[in-house]
């Protein structure tokens, strides 16, 4: 019954249009400012980086940082390698390195070296010409 009254209709060719075809990529440009889930790009980012534990130190690397600590002062060119947590994470994060002059130094506090600031406990590794004298064997 309801075939019937729409058998003419089902039976006609497709409509062709006389317009141009729009070519794939300019298609999906329309559609690009249009995100149907808003920070799911950044989500997936954040997750594409690795986190790792703060690197336990021994007691004589610990007394060897201590040392070169003792001798830092600003102006001295150095490379420091510290641990940048994630605010995700607790307990993971970053092992971050840097190379340049030492800004500011207060062996209480932090370490500048250009604009980065590193607190102290931070800091897992420091190396440089200025302590080559600590790093050679007696």
Known sequence: ?????????????????????????HRAKQFAPFAALRGFEETVRKKEILYEPKKELSEEKKNELDSKLRILSKGMKVQAVYFVESSEFPGKGKHCSIEGMVEFFDPQIYLRIGDIEIPVSEITELSGNVFEALEQPC
């Open 1 to 25: 019954m309801l075939a019937s009254a729409y058998a003419e209709l089902i039976y006609m060719p497709r409509p062709v249009s006389n317009r141009r075809k729009m070519e794939v990529g």
